[in-house]
């Protein structure tokens, strides 16, 4: 490529005319990802250094395979450490990054913010959360997009597969700058120990949601839906009133990581008592020194009896106990400890790859086993699976609410050999015998609403932008018109009082179709007037629409298609199609490789008239497609929204089933069979 304005010629290969950057030096304190073992063969090791030097000029190869090749006997992937800028990456002002449009210097932004050591899990090895959702594989790749980004124009489109940036290609500018896709593999080989081979070897990314769709806004991006999920929880089974908080009551789970560490805060803002386990000191740690979980303990009486001055009182209190969360499980029976609500939010979704530490060893017994006796630390996650069922299970009879929060946790539990958690007691077609959030609250309390996990970024960094679009998005909510309003209209006027950033200045907000447009346009406008800096738009994939996944965004869809990926992947084109800056679409997500197809999008506000047709066109789309598809399998409350939407709009219009009568059909079947 050249530069058509000087006509110099653009290398846009990594180049290294100084000589190789030098060995990093690894920070103290900052967590490393364990050693995910050596699963390679020879000829695939080969082929994992042949891949990762592809990087690299043929010069320094010498220099580097042997490097390269340690990397992976130490940790079981490249990484490419030695590329990885020296010192502390954060999400800096935009106006600091080079570039020559608003989106490529934007998309950097969200880059860096997914990779600072306060916001990311792992963030040497490029690990923003989940246990294994990266932003891309390797460092070398990090180095190349920022490359790209830094000369991207609004006349080209950037393409990443897995993290690799492909190239930039001629586009135009209501066209997406950025097309990336994460881990999508051919069905035959879309399983998980194809995946590890595959990510082995240098071909995909476990992008997670946002960690590989560059959306990750900190732990803050899942409180929104963790508190709405508490709260309504709340009503249906303890009959709170609508309007009130759940003091008073009591909820258990387990994780202070990336996403899970938002419970105990998320319980705060609901007002109950909460006690939330996690085997890992040091996470325990940073969610303190955060001040997202307010006390901590090794022992369980003194985390029960703290829990239970502050349900007397009616205050709200966050509790991490420093421990296994079956141990917990455990003194709560023998105990006969009434848990009202109960979860868990352990990465599920990678049980044999370290998401998931079984009960009886210690969390650096876990790290070592990993690393060096894969098959026993099989065997021990398998147990601990099964006696967390039946822990699970004797608590829920004795009158506990227990919801899989999203984790992959009873999948989990099946494949560790409990067919009985399985409704038909042999595969998963029918679900599970334990609700799904979305199936008992998200879903039909949200999602077929449009509701879903709206966010925003202030690229300034600035505070007062933030503040200011606080203000702005509460002024765009009628707290009247449903309680899910004046829910939302609750969690924006205090959310600055719950201090809930960390990094970048960005904010969760549940909204429906109708709420994003109004606030994305009203955003919009005050960039245009100058009364902010430029903002991004987006939402977390687990969204109304979006994401393709059975046992969990999609676990309320019974017409049989929750087994088809078709939405996620029209979402996806359709805002492709559309002109979102930022279009992704990934594999797996919260729930696993091969058990969803996810996709979200990235909308850079920087004023225009152009942006401000995007957002009536795409931003309808991506929560409308969502509806439809909820409608159509006859969900009571997209049928309302779909049926309101076809009344009140001119330029579109959803197609509605026709509702059979059940009870005369199963009556005809069971008669004439
Ligand atoms: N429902 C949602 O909206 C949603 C969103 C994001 C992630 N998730 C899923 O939730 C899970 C957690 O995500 P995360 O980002 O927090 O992952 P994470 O890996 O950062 O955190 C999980 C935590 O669980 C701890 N842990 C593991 N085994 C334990 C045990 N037996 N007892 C106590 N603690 C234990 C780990 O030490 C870790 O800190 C993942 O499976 C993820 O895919 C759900």
Same mark, same amino acid.
């Given at each position: 490529?050249?530069?058509?304005?000087?006509?110099?010629?653009?290398?846009?290969?990594?180049?290294?005319?100084?000589?190789?950057?030098?060995?990093?030096?690894?920070?103290?304190?900052?967590?490393?990802?364990?050693?995910?073992?050596?699963?390679?063969?020879?000829?695939?090791?080969?082929?994992?250094?042949?891949?990762?030097?592809?990087?690299?000029?043929?010069?320094?190869?010498?220099?580097?395979?042997?490097?390269?090749?340690? $990397?992976?006997?130490?940790?079981?992937?490249?990484?490419?450490?030695?590329?990885?800028?020296?010192?502390?990456?954060?999400?800096?002002?935009?106006?600091?990054?080079?570039?020559?449009?608003?989106?490529?210097?934007?998309?950097?932004?969200?880059?860096?913010?997914?990779?600072?050591?306060?916001?990311?899990?792992?963030?040497?090895?490029?690990?923003?959360?989940?246990?294994?959702?990266?932003?891309?594989?390797?460092?070398?790749?990090?180095?190349?997009?920022?490359?790209?980004?830094?000369?991207?124009?609004?006349?080209?489109?950037? %393409?990443?597969?897995?993290?690799?940036?492909?190239?930039?290609?001629?586009?135009?500018?209501?066209?997406?700058?950025?097309?990336?896709?994460?881990?999508?593999?051919?069905?035959?080989?879309?399983?998980?120990?194809?995946?590890?081979?595959?990510?082995?070897?240098?071909?995909?990314?476990?992008?997670?949601?946002?960690?590989?769709?560059?959306?990750?806004?900190?732990?803050?991006?899942?409180?929104?839906?963790?508190?709405?999920?508490?709260?309504?929880?709340?009503?249906?089974?303890?009959?709170?009133?609508?309007?009130?908080?759940?003091?008073?009551?009591?909820?258990?789970?387990?994780?202070?990581?990336?996403?899970?560490?938002?419970?105990?805060?998320?319980?705060?803002?609901?007002?109950?008592?909460?006690?939330?386990?996690? %085997?890992?000191?040091?996470?325990?740690?940073?969610?303190?020194?955060?001040?997202?979980?307010?006390?901590?303990?090794?022992?369980?009486?003194?985390?029960?009896?703290?829990?239970?001055?502050?349900?007397?009182?009616?205050?709200?209190?966050?509790?991490?106990?420093?421990?296994?969360?079956?141990?917990?499980?455990?003194?709560?029976?023998?105990?006969?400890?009434?848990?009202?609500?109960?979860?868990?939010?352990?990465?599920?979704?990678?049980?044999?790859?370290?998401?998931?530490?079984?009960?009886?060893?210690?969390?650096?017994?876990?790290?070592?086993?990993?690393?060096?006796?894969?098959?026993?630390?099989?065997?021990?996650?398998?147990?601990?699976?099964?006696?967390?069922?039946?822990? %699970?299970?004797?608590?829920?009879?004795?009158?506990?609410?227990?919801?899989?929060?999203?984790?992959?946790?009873?999948?989990?539990?099946?494949?560790?050999? %409990?067919?009985?958690?399985?409704?038909?007691?042999?595969?998963?077609?029918?679900?599970?015998?334990?609700?799904?959030?979305?199936?008992?609250?998200?879903?039909?309390?949200?999602?077929?609403?449009?509701?879903?996990?709206?966010?925003?970024?202030?690229?300034?960094?600035?505070?007062?932008?933030?503040?200011?679009?606080?203000?702005?998005?509460?002024?765009?909510?009628?707290?009247?018109?449903?309680?899910?309003?004046?829910?939302?209209?609750?969690?924006?006027?205090?959310?600055?009082?719950?201090?809930?950033?960390?990094?970048?200045?960005?904010?969760?907000?549940?909204?429906?179709?109708?709420?994003?447009?109004?606030?994305?346009?009203?955003?919009?406008?005050?960039?245009?007037?100058?009364?902010?800096?430029?903002?991004?738009?987006?939402?977390?994939?687990?969204?109304?629409?979006?994401?393709?996944?059975?046992?969990?965004?999609?676990?309320?869809?019974?017409?049989?298609?929750?087994?088809?990926?078709?939405?996620?992947?029209?979402?996806?084109?359709?805002?492709?199609?559309?002109?979102?800056?930022?279009?992704?679409?990934?594999?797996?997500?919260?729930?696993?490789?091969?058990?969803?197809?996810?996709?979200?999008?990235?909308?850079?506000?920087?004023?225009?008239?152009?942006?401000?047709?995007?957002?009536? $066109?795409?931003?309808?789309?991506?929560?409308?497609?969502?509806?439809?598809?909820?409608?159509?399998?006859?969900?009571?409350?997209?049928?309302?929204?779909?049926?309101?939407?076809?009344?009140?709009?001119?330029?579109?219009?959803?197609?509605?089933?026709?509702?059979?009568?059940?009870?005369?059909?199963?009556?005809?079947?069971?008669?004439?069979?």
């Amino acid at each position: 490529m050249y530069d058509p304005k000087t006509g110099k010629a653009l290398e846009l290969r990594l180049e290294f005319p100084d000589g190789l950057p030098k060995q990093p030096a690894f920070a103290e304190g900052i967590r490393r990802a364990p050693n995910r073992g050596q699963i390679l063969n020879d000829e695939d090791l080969v082929l994992a250094l042949k891949n990762a030097l592809r990087y690299i000029p043929e010069k320094y190869h010498k220099e580097l395979a042997p490097e390269f090749l340690k $990397e992976y006997m130490e940790h079981g992937r490249i990484f490419g450490y030695r590329f990885r800028p020296a010192g502390k990456l954060w999400g800096k002002p935009i106006d600091e990054y080079k570039g020559k449009c608003t989106e490529g210097k934007a998309f950097q932004v969200m880059i860096d913010n997914n990779l600072d050591f306060d916001v990311a899990l792992y963030p040497y090895e490029l690990t923003t959360y989940g246990e294994t959702g990266q932003v891309c594989q390797n460092w070398m790749q990090y180095l190349l997009i920022k490359k790209y980004l830094e000369v991207l124009t609004i006349d080209q489109t950037l %393409v990443l597969q897995s993290g690799h940036p492909l190239g930039l290609f001629r586009s135009h500018p209501s066209a997406p700058r950025v097309i990336l896709t994460n881990g999508l593999m051919v069905g035959m080989f879309d399983d998980p120990d194809n995946f590890r081979r595959a990510t082995a070897i240098g071909v995909a990314n476990y992008g997670q949601m946002t960690a590989g769709g560059w959306m990750y806004i900190g732990p803050q991006g899942i409180v929104h839906g963790t508190y709405n999920t508490l709260l309504n929880a709340g009503r249906k089974k303890f009959h709170v009133p609508e309007g009130h908080n759940i003091a008073g009551h009591l909820f258990v789970s387990s994780g202070l990581g990336g996403m899970s560490g938002a419970q105990p805060k998320a319980a705060e803002i609901a007002g109950c008592a909460a006690i939330i386990a996690e %085997v890992d000191p040091s996470r325990i740690d940073t969610r303190y020194n955060q001040g997202w979980v307010s006390k901590r303990t090794q022992s369980l009486p003194e985390a029960f009896k703290w829990a239970k001055e502050a349900m007397d009182a009616k205050k709200p209190l966050s509790i991490a106990y420093e421990g296994n969360i079956v141990d917990l499980l455990q003194y709560a029976l023998d105990n006969d400890i009434n848990i009202e609500l109960l979860s868990d939010q352990t990465s599920c979704h990678v049980v044999y790859d370290g998401g998931y530490c079984p009960q009886g060893i210690s969390f650096e017994e876990r790290t070592r086993l990993l690393a060096e006796d894969r098959d026993t630390f099989v065997k021990l996650v398998n147990k601990s699976l099964r006696k967390h069922f039946e822990l %699970v299970k004797a608590l829920v009879a004795k009158g506990t609410y227990f919801f899989d929060y999203g984790n992959a946790f009873m999948r989990a539990v099946f494949d560790s050999g %409990v067919k009985e958690i399985a409704k038909n007691g042999h595969d998963t077609f029918d679900g599970f015998i334990f609700p799904s959030y979305v199936e008992d609250i998200m879903g039909p309390i949200l999602f077929d609403y449009g509701y879903g996990p709206f966010r925003w970024c202030c690229l300034s960094r600035n505070p007062e932008d933030l503040k200011k679009t606080d203000q702005a998005a509460m002024d765009c909510i009628d707290p009247k018109r449903r309680f899910q309003d004046h829910d939302n209209w609750v969690w924006i006027r205090d959310a600055e009082k719950n201090k809930l950033v960390v990094g970048t200045q960005c904010r969760i907000l549940y909204q429906d179709e109708e709420g994003r447009m109004k606030i994305a346009l009203k955003f919009n406008e005050m960039v245009r007037t100058g009364a902010i800096g430029p903002v991004m738009i987006g939402r977390d994939h687990h969204d109304v629409s979006g994401t393709d996944s059975p046992f969990r965004e999609t676990s309320n869809i019974y017409d049989g298609s929750n087994i088809m990926a078709e939405m996620a992947i029209h979402t996806f084109a359709g805002n492709c199609a559309r002109g979102m800056s930022l279009v992704t679409l990934h594999n797996g997500g919260g729930v696993g490789t091969g058990r969803a197809i996810n996709g979200g999008f990235g909308l850079v506000l920087d004023g225009s008239e152009r942006v401000d047709r995007i957002i009536r $066109e795409s931003m309808s789309w991506d929560v409308i497609s969502g509806v439809a598809r909820r409608a159509w399998a006859r969900n009571d409350h997209a049928l309302e929204t779909a049926a309101t939407f076809n009344a009140k709009r001119w330029d579109g219009h959803i197609t509605l089933p026709y509702i059979a009568d059940d009870a005369y059909l199963k009556k005809l079947v069971a008669d004439n069979k």
